[in-house]
Every structure is written in C-alpha cells, then in structure tokens.
C-alpha cells in the first residue's frame, strides 16, 4: 500500500506543477513540427526551450495566485497549495531554468530566436499584468483569451518560424488548435466556478453558466465540422490524422463538459482535461 501511496503522491505533484501540460505542449509541438507529411525534422533546442518555457510562465502564474491569495486570505486549492507550501524551491528551479534557457539559445535557428524573444516580452508582461489584479477585477476575464493566444503562438509558432513555407492545411489545424486551447480554458474557469464560487473573476463568470455552457457547444461543433472539412479536403496522411486527433480533443473535453458533476469528483477534469493535449502522440 505504501508503495501505491507514493506513486499516487508523485502523480499528484507531477500534476499540481502543471507537468502534465508541459509534456501536451511539447507532443503538440512535436505534431506541427513535422507536418504536413510526418517527415520533416524536429528541433531538439526548440521543443526543450518550449517545455521550460511553458513550465515557467505556469509556475510563475501559480505564485503569483498564492501570492495574492495568501495576502487577502483567500480559500487556496490543492494546486495553489502545493505551491504555498514549496515556493521557495520552485523559486529556485525557476532561477535554474532561467540559466539553461540562455545556453540553450546558442542552439536555437536565428528565426526561431527572434521569434522567441518576441514571445517571451509578451508572456513577461502577460504575467506581469495579471499578479497585479486583484481576484475580482473584472478585466481577468480576458486571461483565457489571452492565454490561449500565447499557448498556441509558442506551440505553433516556434514551429513555423523554421518554415519556408506553410500550407493551407497547417493553418486550418492551427486555427483547431487555437479553439481547442480556447474551449480547454473555458471549460476550466467553468468547473473553478462550480468548485469555488465567488471566489474569482474569470470568463466563465462573466459569461455567466448559461452562456458558458453555449459557447463552449459551439465550439465543439465549429471544431467538428473544420476538422472533417480538413480531414476530407488535406493531401498528406498525417494532416489528415491531426485533423481526426483534434476533432477527438475536443471531444472529450465536450464530454467533460456534459457530465461535470462526474468529472469535478478528484480534479477529474483537470487530469483528463489537460491530458487531451497528449492525444497528438497516438499519430507520431
């Protein structure tokens, strides 16, 4: 039993430090790297500065909560605990990271460079702005939009930064791409809300449930109904296959969506809801 118990214990914490979507990033990049035939050639460089960049910008959000959080009081969740309780390390790895992020840019192509600093002044002032609004301010009601655009940038992006040339297929999957990690955010904030409500401005709030609930049905057919368009419409196989492994992505987030009150049971939908970012890996 032990044993199982410290399985479950490193599981939880690969969870709460947001691992989990590191490694759905880097699959998703690995994907559009290599469209649109399967073949072309993968940055190691690019797709190792990406997982720690992801892993920072999601870290340093984190803190940022408690931080505020812990200054007014404010109910933490397990994930926010997780954090309280080992900031000073993660504080550290932070700084470690930062270091090996500068070597690894001597690896990087010039374009991919560039392309890299742009983004990282965007998602600086991105979590810069953010830790400065208090949890009831309504502008964090564009937190999702705004990290939905980061996130899909520095997945997609990093990658078309080392491309000639990008056909109309790549550009249909990523615009899936970009509502996926659109209706992931939105289906989050929706299931905060019930957990913790009143607690915090969010998209979800604002909306309200009822309007939540709309948007995120329309997603999933808008989703559908691209994917299938591109699926029926693409020349190379392994476009094809993204396309079917996005329209399942959204899928099961709609699912979760469906059911929530089976999914809130043990942060189900988080496990599950960020796992669906591991699905490009049945086609690499």
């Given at each position: 039993?032990?044993?199982?118990?410290?399985?479950?214990?490193?599981?939880?914490?690969?969870?709460?430090?947001?691992?989990d979507v590191v490694a759905g990033a880097v699959i998703s990049h690995i994907m559009v790297a290599r469209l649109p035939d399967g073949h072309q050639p993968v940055g190691w460089a690019t797709t190792v500065l990406?997982?720690?960049?992801?892993?920072?910008?999601?870290?340093?959000?984190?803190?940022?909560?408690?931080?505020?959080?812990?200054?007014?009081?404010?109910?933490?969740?397990?994930?926010?605990?997780?954090?309280?309780?080992?900031?000073?390390?993660?504080?550290?790895?932070?700084?470690?990271?930062?270091?090996?992020?500068?070597?690894?840019?001597?690896?990087?192509?010039?374009?991919?460079?560039?392309?890299?600093?742009?983004?990282?002044?965007?998602?600086?002032?991105?979590?810069?702005?953010?830790?400065r609004l208090s949890g009831s301010n309504a502008r964090l009601a564009w937190k999702e939009p705004a990290v939905t655009l980061v996130y899909t940038i520095g997945v997609w992006g990093s990658s078309w930064a080392?491309?000639?040339?990008?056909?109309?297929?790549?550009?249909?999957?990523?615009?899936?791409?970009?509502?996926?990690?659109?209706?992931?955010?939105?289906?989050?904030?929706?299931?905060?809300?019930?957990?913790?409500?009143?607690?915090?401005?969010?998209?979800?709030?604002?909306?309200?449930?009822?309007?939540?609930?709309?948007?995120?049905?329309?997603?999933?057919?808008?989703?559908?109904?691209?994917?299938?368009?591109?699926?029926?419409?693409?020349?190379?196989?392994?476009?094809?296959?993204?396309?079917?492994?996005?329209?399942?992505?959204?899928?099961?987030?709609?699912?979760?969506?469906?059911?929530?009150?089976?999914?809130?049971?043990?942060?189900?939908?988080?496990?599950?809801?960020?796992?669906?970012?591991?699905?490009?890996?049945?086609?690499?």
């Amino acid at each position: 039993m032990k044993f199982f118990d410290s399985i479950r214990q490193y599981l939880r914490n690969f969870h709460y430090l947001s691992l989990d979507v590191v490694a759905g990033a880097v699959i998703s990049h690995i994907m559009v790297a290599r469209l649109p035939d399967g073949h072309q050639p993968v940055g190691w460089a690019t797709t190792v500065l990406l997982a720690i960049c992801v892993f920072v910008i999601y870290a340093a959000d984190r803190l940022y909560d408690v931080r505020k959080g812990l200054a007014v009081n404010a109910p933490l969740t397990r994930r926010h605990r997780f954090h309280a309780e080992n900031q000073q390390v993660l504080l550290r790895v932070l700084v470690g990271l930062a270091v090996i992020s500068v070597v690894l840019l001597f690896w990087l192509p010039r374009s991919v460079l560039w392309f890299g600093a742009g983004l990282a002044l965007v998602s600086g002032a991105y979590v810069w702005g953010v830790s400065r609004l208090s949890g009831s301010n309504a502008r964090l009601a564009w937190k999702e939009p705004a990290v939905t655009l980061v996130y899909t940038i520095g997945v997609w992006g990093s990658s078309w930064a080392q491309k000639p040339t990008i056909g109309w297929s790549e550009i249909g999957l990523g615009i899936l791409f970009l509502l996926i990690v659109f209706q992931n955010l939105l289906l989050f904030s929706v299931m905060e809300a019930y957990e913790l409500p009143d607690t915090s401005y969010s998209l979800a709030t604002f909306w309200g449930f009822d309007r939540s609930d709309v948007v995120l049905r329309t997603l999933t057919v808008v989703i559908t109904v691209l994917a299938l368009v591109i699926f029926f419409m693409a020349d190379d196989r392994f476009a094809q296959r993204a396309a079917i492994i996005q329209g399942m992505m959204s899928a099961v987030l709609y699912t979760i969506q469906r059911y929530p009150n089976r999914f809130l049971l043990n942060e189900r939908y988080r496990w599950i809801g960020d796992g669906v970012f591991w699905l490009p890996g049945l086609i690499l």
